[in-house]
């Protein structure tokens, strides 16, 4: 590859270090090492084994999700086939673009189970759309209550506009979905309108969402179970971020949990659609905002809170991640992962390296590390 080739990823990875380091600046290390001095080696500690806690119960939701839409697709695995693809995809998509951890996936149930692309692609791209549908249910019911909270409130012009905003947003992203759902002509025709490169990419995504919602449509209990999950996942990732926004700030209260959450589904969107790799700046500063205009968290501090949910969610994404990665082969998936899109087109082809037609292939098992195949 040339460095032409490589400059759009130098720039973005670039970019996103010069972020993070913006991000350490505006905080001040200082007074973040001073935080953490006042909470004590107990207080830490306890502090991390209930974000701990939590964040395991956050994976096996995903884990579970994951295991319903698989078997919609007719892919009927135990979960703890799951967990290693799962923990290694998250931690992979903290330090790549476009998601491209999510080839993890891919890759390794193609060679453990010998499963097609197009049905694990498939899943991806309908777990994805719940996470949306999910969050959006989420935040529209925490902006009931922040809604109530604006009433005490004087001088909260601009928190209203930013509620009514995030409010018409999900909205509207909820029609969006229920178009794609009920209009795959237009949305086609709107996909044509890209130049090539996207279109080829936005279609391919979009011929999966259909694959996958043939098989919601057709049992609404599963569609129940992910949306629900969907929505307990964003529940749960606030719990995390109040956890710390009251471990910090003791002055909070139960009237401030709301704020929290509509925060944390506001951030969680530039995970759901990153610009950068891991939405690294964006996540951040998206939550940073939310409370900053909320009535009780501490102004410019809250940037804090929100770099302390990264540091800890990074930390233990790293520990079980790396783990992961390992047990499933170490280098070679990092080796092989690349875009998501790009992996599904050379997949489909052709039918039988779609289908991984166990009359022409058969995975080779070599220390069950290697991704090769071998012809009969």
């Known amino acids: 590859m ?24 505006f905080i001040q ?45 007719g892919v009927n695995l ?52 719940l996470s949306i549908v999910g969050l959006l249910f989420v935040i529209t019911g925490s902006l009931f209550f922040v809604g109530s909270s604006l009433l005490e409130i004087e001088n909260s012009e601009v928190i209203q506009q930013l509620v009514f905003i995030i409010f018409i947003g999900s909205v509207v992203g909820l029609i969006i979905l229920w178009i794609m759902m009920l209009q795959p002509e237009l949305i086609e025709r709107i996909i044509h309108f890209f130049p090539l490169f996207i279109e080829k990419r936005l279609f391919s995504t979009y011929q999966a969402f259909q694959t996958g919602i043939k098989g919601l449509r057709s049992k609404p209990l599963q569609l129940s179970l992910g949306v629900i999950t969907s929505a307990s996942i964003w529940v749960i990732e606030g719990i995390m971020i109040y956890v710390i926004a009251i471990t910090v700030f003791p ?23 990153p610009i950068l790799p891991g939405a690294m700046g964006e996540y951040e500063f998206v939550l940073a905002i939310v409370l900053i205009n909320s009535p009780n968290y501490p102004g410019q501090d809250a940037t804090l809170i929100a770099f302390i949910d990264r540091l800890a969610k990074s930390f233990m994404l790293g520990l079980f991640g790396g783990y992961a990665t390992l047990r499933l082969g170490g ?6 992962r690349k875009d998501i899109f790009s992996v599904s ?10 289908d991984i037609d166990s009359e022409t292939t058969r995975p080779n098992m070599v220390n069950g590390n290697n991704f090769t195949t071998n012809k009969k």
């Open 345 to 354: 087109e050379k997949g489909t082809r052709s039918k039988s390296e779609n």
């Open 331 to 336: 280098r070679e998936i990092l080796r092989l």
């Open 78 to 129: 135990p979960l703890k086939s799951l967990a290693l693809p799962v923990v290694s995809a998250l931690a992979i998509n903290l330090f790549t673009i476009a998601r491209a951890g999510e080839t993890v996936r891919l890759y390794a149930l193609k060679r453990n189970h010998g499963t097609k692309y197009s049905d694990t692609l498939s899943s991806i791209v309908i777990e994805q759309v």
């Open 29 to 73: 290390p200082r007074r973040l090492i001073e935080y953490l001095i006042e909470l004590g080696f107990i207080g830490l500690l306890s502090l991390f084994l209930l974000l701990l806690l939590l964040y395991v119960g956050d994976m096996l939701i995903r884990i579970y999700r994951w295991k319903i839409l698989l078997d919609i697709q």
């Open 2 to 25: 040339t460095f032409r080739e490589k400059l759009p990823s130098f720039l973005i990875y670039t970019t996103t270090i010069a972020v993070l380091i913006s991000i350490i600046i």
């Open 251 to 273: 002055i909070l209260g139960i009237i401030d949990f709301p704020w929290v959450i509509a925060a944390s589904c506001a951030g969680n969107i530039t995970f759901i659609l």
